[in-house]
Structure formats: structure tokens, C-alpha cells
């Protein structure tokens, strides 16, 4: 989801506060036999909750694969993404495993395993896009943005102009959010969905111009008969703009925890599970 951050000042200041009431306590060794790892559940295909209930897609998959490699017994459990961060420094959750992105700012309150993916993300219109930026230099094609406002400039310039009056739709708390924020707030109007679907359902019914949002979810969301006549627009976007890639979670705490997973998603790149399993769900190799 990829890309999942406005969340994290008052995250921030619950762990300071956290911090103060039990610093001074040391935490019970843990054997790790079994562990708890929260998903949305409902960010196809990286994962979907399926008829009668069981978990699916990329990412379930690809972690009972890395659990099995570890010998940990894995326990998945859904969570809306709003909840995920602040449910992990309770003690609900021991993972975190949701398209998570990691960037600078998420790695000052949790940490991350080593990346298991990297995708680009992308504009998409229901019906005519609009023409400015569906016809813009790169329309169709990756472009890479580092981040570096200097670099970035053509491309984001670009994009405003083909924006400006614009109502955008986005996942709240994302990597991207902060990015449509950023670049377009001052131009366009910027309309926040607590879910990925939930910004499909106004764009169909022509609520918004455009949403933004990873090109494999994207994938996904094209297939569903509801979703009849979305379709790309402009370039897609990749590059460090995005951070590293996405990352399991972690309490900054459980650097034990985290290093037995760092071994098995090494594991799982190496022998091309990753890649199979990305193909499978995503038709690209995810491959960061």
C-alpha cells in the first residue's frame, strides 16, 4: 500500500508517554514460539479477507512461507490500518504486516524487518481522465521520483498543472497521502477514505477526478465487476520517493523477533518465493 502517516504525531507522543509509565520495567525474555500479526485484510491483492472468513492474498501467503522457514507459529488476525500502529505498542499485536512502507519518520516509533516488496503507485480516472494528464510526457510509463524536491521538480510540475482544480482521492495515513498532500494540496482538493475501496466507490460515481494508490492494488481493483471502466492515468510512480519498500512492523523492543524474520524473508527473496508469490497475486515480480 503500499503504501500506510498522518497518524504518527499522537502515536508519537502515546509512546513517550508509555516510555515514562514503564521504562523502568524490563520486560520478561520471550521464546517466540507463537506470534500474533495483524492485516487489514482488505487491501487486495497484497491481502483479502475471503468467503467464510480465512485470509488471503501476497502477503498471508508469503508469511506463513517465512513462518515455516523460522518455526513460528504465525496467528493472523485483522485490523483497520487507522488502529494498527497504536494496537502494536499495546501489546495487541507482536507483527505488523499491511503494505507498510518504511520511511524516516515510522522508523522513530516502530521497526522494520528488511523489505519483501517494492512497487510503483498510480493515478487512476473512471471515464475520461483528465486530458492534461493523460497526455503528459510518461503517460503509461514508470517514472522514477527520489524525493529530492530538486530532482523531482519536471515531473511534479508537470502534475500540478494537469491537477490544479482537481478533487483527488486517497487512503488516509499512507506514504501517499503525505506525497498528494505535499505536492497538490495547494492546487487540488484532496478528499481522504479510510479504506482503498472506499475512494474506488466516489470514483466510479464520479465524486472525484482521480484517486492515487499502489499499481497493484490498482490491478486488483480493475478486475472487480463494480469497478467497470477505471482505468490508468498519467505515470505510474516509483523510486526511493517511497522509502526502501514495504516492511514488516515491529515494537522497536523485539529486535530478537525482527532478526528471526529478517532471516526469512532473506531466505524467501533468495530462492525466488517472493517473486512466485508476487506473480501469482500481482502479475509483476514485486522484488524490491
Given at each position: 500500500m503500499t503504501g500506510k502517516m498522518n497518524l504518527l504525531a499522537r502515536l508519537a507522543a502515546s509512546v513517550a508517554v508509555g516510555v515514562i509509565a514503564f521504562g523502568a520495567v524490563s520486560a520478561p525474555a520471550k521464546d517466540w514460539k507463537t506470534v500474533t500479526i495483524a492485516t487489514e485484510g482488505a487491501y487486495e491483492p497484497w491481502n483479502l479477507t475471503l468467503p467464510g472468513g480465512k485470509l488471503g492474498g501476497f502477503e498471508p501467503e508469503l508469511i506463513q512461507n517465512v513462518c515455516d522457514r523460522i518455526k513460528i507459529q504465525c496467528k493472523l488476525v485483522t485490523q483497520d490500518w487507522d488502529g494498527m500502529i497504536a494496537g502494536l505498542q499495546a501489546g495487541k499485536f507482536d507483527v505488523l504486516m499491511d503494505a507498510i512502507s518504511v520511511t524516516p519518520e515510522r522508523e522513530k516509533i516502530i521497526a522494520f524487518s528488511r523489505p519483501y516488496a517494492s512497487t510503483p503507485a498510480a493515478f487512476v480516472a473512471s471515464g475520461d481522465a483528465p486530458a492534461a494528464l493523460a497526455k503528459q510526457p510518461g503517460a503509461g510509463q514508470i517514472v522514477k521520483l527520489t524525493g529530492d524536491p530538486a530532482h523531482d521538480k519536471a515531473t511534479v510540475d508537470a502534475l500540478r498543472v494537469a491537477l490544479k482544480g482537481k478533487t483527488i482521492g486517497i487512503q488516509s495515513g499512507t506514504v501517499y497521502t503525505k506525497f498528494i498532500d505535499t505536492n497538490f494540496k495547494d492546487v487540488a482538493t484532496i478528499r481522504e477514505y479510510k479504506t482503498?475501496?472506499?475512494?474506488?466507490?466516489?470514483?466510479?460515481?464520479?465524486?472525484?477526478?482521480?484517486a492515487f494508490d499502489d499499481s497493484t492494488y490498482w490491478a486488483s481493483a480493475f478486475a472487480k465487476p463494480e469497478n467497470k471502466g477505471l482505468a490508468f492515468t498519467g505515470p505510474k510512480i516509483s523510486g526511493p520517493v517511497w522509502g526502501p519498500g514495504e516492511a514488516l512492523a515491529f515494537r522497536q523492543s523485539d529486535k530478537d523477533l525482527k532478526a528471526k524474520f529478517d532471516e526469512g524473508i532473506a531466505a524467501a527473496l533468495a530462492d525466488g518465493t517472493v517473486k512466485r508469490l508476487s506473480m501469482k497475486w500481482m502479475k509483476v515480480d514485486a522484488t524490491p
Open positions: 482503498a475501496p472506499e475512494h474506488d466507490l466516489d470514483l466510479v460515481a464520479g465524486r472525484i477526478d482521480v
